[in-house]
């Protein structure tokens, strides 16, 4: 998918491609028709193609905005003590399934007044810390 998008002020003028550092654009000509490409794996995001277009035709600015795009979106599961926000309930599974138990959904601050036991069955193996380890 490219996030690089002309407006229908292009004329197709080719200064985007002349100018663009990583050489994420190109042209092809097909019958009579000029298409304008664009590889995404290549581009920079330098913005450079928006910067010297004279029509004022590429539409890159949400690329330049710093704003997040919402990828995934997962149930939360929090803290049974104090409503902490802890990990989704994916990631809950997915420990369960390792320890073969249902994991306790309790914060890092309510976790330790458990018994030592209990807080080496909940911890993730690669969150454990040196002490527990021993
Ligand atoms: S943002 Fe930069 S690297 Fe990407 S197409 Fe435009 S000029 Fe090329
Ligand atoms: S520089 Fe602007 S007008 Fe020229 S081809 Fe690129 S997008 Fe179209």
């Known amino acids: 998918m ?3 998008q002309v407006n229908d002020k292009c004329n197709g ?3 985007c491609v002349q100018n663009c550092p990583a050489t994420a654009l190109s042209y092809r000509d097909v ?3 000029r298409k304008l490409l664009h ?3 290549r581009c ?3 913005g450079n193609c928006w910067r010297v277009c004279p029509q004022d035709a590429v539409e890159f600015q949400h690329l330049l905005n710093d704003q997040w795009d919402e990828v995934a979106t997962m149930d939360l599961l929090r803290c049974v003590v104090c409503g902490e926000p802890l990990y989704t309930m994916d990631f809950s599974d997915t420990l369960a399934d390792k320890l073969d138990k249902n994991v306790e959904n309790l914060c890092s601050l309510h976790r330790k007044t458990l018994p030592m ?6 911890t993730p193996k690669k969150t454990k810390p040196k002490e527990v380890e021993k």
């Open 117 to 122: 036991d209990t807080w080496k069955r909940v």
């Open 13 to 15: 003028c080719l200064a």
């Open 39 to 41: 590889n995404m794996p």
């Open 2 to 4: 490219s996030f690089f």
């Open 31 to 33: 019958g009579e028709k």
């Open 44 to 46: 920079a995001r330098c």
